[in-house]
């Protein structure tokens, strides 16, 4: 045999450890059970409270009886369904986008858009700090890479003009930094994209649902939702918090990706349930004006205590709060003390986030009620004094 137990035993000893994986016992919602523990959760990507709201749940069930539990096809041969069709509407609608295409997962539809319309001949241009599917689906083209360093639009435009000989050149970015909670400076990118005959791709997982006065997220919010050229997001946030991904854009660019998109073509259709639950999502997000604008009550609140508090909050008003630590040892027992005092809120380490910039990523929803919140923060201060009193008796070295 190649390889041994021990061959791999040696690889886990070499990838830094991180949280365990703990179970929740109940719906995902701001109140859930973990381990017998019952907790506040404030690290779910749930920005609207939508995971478990009983219109998305009673449309989820009600498609088990009318079309079943699972495609058992691709979408081409026998897994399209009138609900497939009527989602990529109701999300061009959400967008103002021509056209959408689903796919099992966003970081599939990242996956598959570089191959699909990019070669050697072409260049994409990408912020440094995109999610890993972004960078991934760029290694499976052919096209040349060249990163700018994050939001900076002076590095962005000298990478442009390294890029100039290509045929097609395409700036991506995220439109929300999952780690940072920071928003991509949209205006300025398409701005500068103009100048230079770019295309723009924004990832808007975090911002679909979240930003903009109608929840279509960083494009809304930022004024460009007639300028940028291709859209990725998720199902799996705020949009019912399921499963599921897509793009949307130009016609022409999502009818090349329908056909050429590797994880597309070849991947199952998105299940009837999850379709059904995210319509009936999207219904709550055409209508969540006041779901949104307690979302950002919910988080300037937060924010304001924790920094009254003395903690180190990054800048920002997204939902998406990361309380910084620096070392990692200490986000780890500050993640462990939280969960004693009944907060469930984990510890980002290298290598998901630079070393010496570990912290617990926070993330509200607008479900939580100013108590949670309220209780949360207190959390913050008393597991903050556990571990001083940790260090103090010398109990964290023993």
Do not use: W
């Not at 017998?36 to 998305?56: I, K, Q, S, T």
């Not at 970081?107 to 990408?126: K, P, Q, T």
């Not at 050229?229 to 999502?254: P, Q």
Request: aromatic content about 6%; charged content about 25%; some cysteine.
């Amino acid at each position: 045999m190649f390889t041994t137990r021990n061959d791999f035993r040696a690889v886990l000893d070499d990838i830094a450890r991180g949280p365990s994986e703990r179970p929740i016992e109940t719906p995902q919602s701001t109140r859930i059970s973990v381990d017998g523990h019952e907790l506040l959760n404030f690290c779910a990507n749930d920005y609207l409270g939508l995971a478990n709201h009983p219109r998305v749940v009673a449309a989820a069930k009600s498609a088990l009886d009318t079309y079943g539990f699972g495609m058992a096809s691709v979408r081409f041969i026998c897994g399209t369904q009138p609900p497939h069709l009527a989602l990529e509407r109701a999300i061009s609608e959400l967008l103002r986008t021509e056209a959408t295409l689903l796919q099992s997962s966003c970081f599939d539809a990242n996956g598959g858009i570089f191959a699909a319309l990019l070669d050697e001949r072409d260049a994409v241009i990408s912020d440094e700090l995109n999610h890993a599917s972004i960078i991934d689906g760029i290694r499976l083209s052919k096209a040349v890479r060249y990163r700018y360093r994050t939001r900076d639009i002076d590095d962005l435009e000298v990478q442009l003009r390294r890029a100039a000989r290509f045929r097609r050149r395409l700036v991506v970015t995220d439109g929300v930094f999952s780690m940072d909670g920071a928003q991509a400076p949209l205006a300025a990118i398409c701005d500068l994209a103009d100048r230079y005959a770019a295309m723009v791709m924004v990832d808007d997982s975090h911002g679909v649902g979240v930003l903009g006065a109608t929840g279509a997220g960083t494009t809304e919010a930022a004024g460009m939702r007639n300028r940028v050229d291709i859209i990725t997001g998720t199902l799996g946030k705020a949009l019912g918090g399921a499963s599921g991904g897509f793009v949307s854009g130009r016609t022409e660019i999502v009818e090349v990706l329908r056909r050429r998109s590797r994880p597309y073509v070849f991947s199952n259709a998105v299940p009837p349930v999850v379709v059904a639950g995210s319509l009936a999502a999207l219904d709550v997000v055409k209508a969540g004006a006041v779901e949104r604008q307690r979302l950002r009550e919910n988080a300037k609140s937060f924010r304001r205590s924790m920094i009254e508090a003395g903690f180190d909050v990054l800048p920002g008003d997204h939902p998406i709060i990361p309380v910084m630590f620096g070392d990692a040892a200490v986000a780890d027992r500050m993640s462990a003390a939280l969960f004693g005092h009944g907060i469930h809120a984990v510890a980002f380490t290298h290598p998901v986030v630079p070393p010496g910039a570990a912290r617990i990523r926070i993330q509200l929803s607008a479900a939580h009620t100013d108590g949670e919140i309220a209780c949360c923060v207190a959390a913050f201060v008393r597991a903050r004094r556990d571990i001083a009193a940790d260090a103090h008796t010398g109990t964290v070295d023993e």
